[in-house]
């Protein structure tokens, strides 16, 4: 593999190089349980994302995003209301969605109010579009799920036409046409970072790259390395379409710990739940702790340790696959937010040096 160029047209989503990857924390705001078993209101829940954010600033992570939901078990149903209150207590951080689920929103609200924090951030935002894992919000906002597949290609193309921020033309049958109208607020000093989350599938993977944004992929299960074909795809479809190359990223469930045991330990009951609990919804089988230390071995999708482990992990990750960043998803079910802390600062203080080391080549500091 050639190191790639970084093309300063692709902005802050030009690909790094090869000795280097990005991290960044992804949430959905998971609601946890006081010890009574009873459930932290969604209100305190966000609350304890604000601070979620200020520490993984201080930490000197690249980005955090928060993930759209519309169900009980996660609090974030409005990303871009919490992203503004998140820039006004952060400084460096890039704050973005993760996703916006563009298939029941409005596009041209969802790049005014992504523009708005943009503004407010001064210039950090970013959004991270999809269809989502849920389909909650299509009964929710009043859509057929028949239309799952035209309302995502219609929203994203509309989308794609007010990012230029020119005059939109657009037409579709999901929405009335546009002629000519001007969206508002603009940026400021460039194109609002728009990326593409997918699951795993190579239609996903060639609509991300006929629109040329970034892409990152949901590994939430098997081995990460199983997804280079879709990785390789991306890039010579980036070329097929004469794009330049922008940022390919991972998106995979995880927790740091002081040690490889207590990481394993805090994790595995939060995750038994939420993984049955999903299970059940989507007629899965239970899960067991065999599954789990499966997923958790150096070559699985869980990015559960210490520090040391958890960085020969992602050094691996971009061994294997060459990607830009890594987002870890470190919240989990009911995992406490004491333990989600103590996971952000280890993340940023233990686990990003140790990265930078193992890709420059040398060995890891004791």
């Known amino acids: 593999m050639t190191e790639k160029a970084a093309d300063p047209a692709a902005g802050p989503t030009a690909p790094v190089a090869e000795d280097r990857i990005l991290l960044g924390l992804n949430t959905f705001g998971d609601v946890g349980v006081f010890p009574d078993g009873q459930p932290v209101p969604n209100a305190q829940v966000l609350r304890q994302l604000l601070e979620q954010a200020e520490l993984a600033d201080e930490v000197g992570l690249h980005a955090f995003g928060v993930g759209e939901h519309h169900r009980k078990d996660f609090a974030v149903s409005a990303p871009e209301v919490f992203l503004a209150a998140a820039a006004a207590r952060t400084r460096n951080i890039r704050l973005g969605s993760a996703v916006t689920v563009l298939s029941s929103d409005d596009p041209i609200r969802v790049f005014q109010r ?151 330990e805090e994790l595995f009951p939060h995750w038994l739940e939420q993984r049955n609990r999903i299970g059940r919804e989507r007629g899965w089988g239970p899960a067991n702790r065999g599954e789990f230390d499966a997923m958790c071995a150096p070559e699985g999708a869980l990015y559960v340790g210490s520090p040391e482990t958890v960085a020969a992990k992602i050094a691996l990750l971009k061994k294997n696959l060459g990607v830009d960043r890594f987002d870890l998803k470190y919240s989990n079910g009911t995992l406490p937010h004491s333990a989600m802390m103590r996971s952000i600062e280890l993340f940023g203080t233990e686990v990003a040096p140790r990265v930078a080391v193992l890709l420059a080549g040398a060995s890891p500091a004791t």
């Open 114 to 264: 992504f523009s708005t924090v943009d503004a407010i951030s001064n210039g950090r935002a970013e959004v991270m579009l999809g269809r989502g894992s849920f389909i909650e919000s299509f009964p929710l906002f009043g859509l057929d799920l028949a239309d799952y597949e035209v309302l995502f290609e219609e929203k994203l193309e509309l989308f794609d036409r007010v990012r230029a921020q020119k005059p939109v033309h657009w037409e579709g049958r999901t929405r009335p046409a546009i002629n000519g109208l001007n969206v508002y607020p603009p940026l400021e000093h460039h194109l609002l970072p728009a990326w593409v989350g997918v699951g795993g599938t190579p239609e996903s993977v060639l609509r991300c790259a006929q629109y040329g944004y970034p892409i990152i992929f949901a590994i939430i299960g098997g081995q990460p390395r199983s997804f280079a074909p879709l990785a390789n795809l991306y890039r010579e479809a980036m070329a097929k379409y004469g794009h330049p190359m922008q940022q390919m990223a991972t998106h995979s469930p995880g927790h740091v710990a002081d040690t490889d045991e207590q990481a394993r």
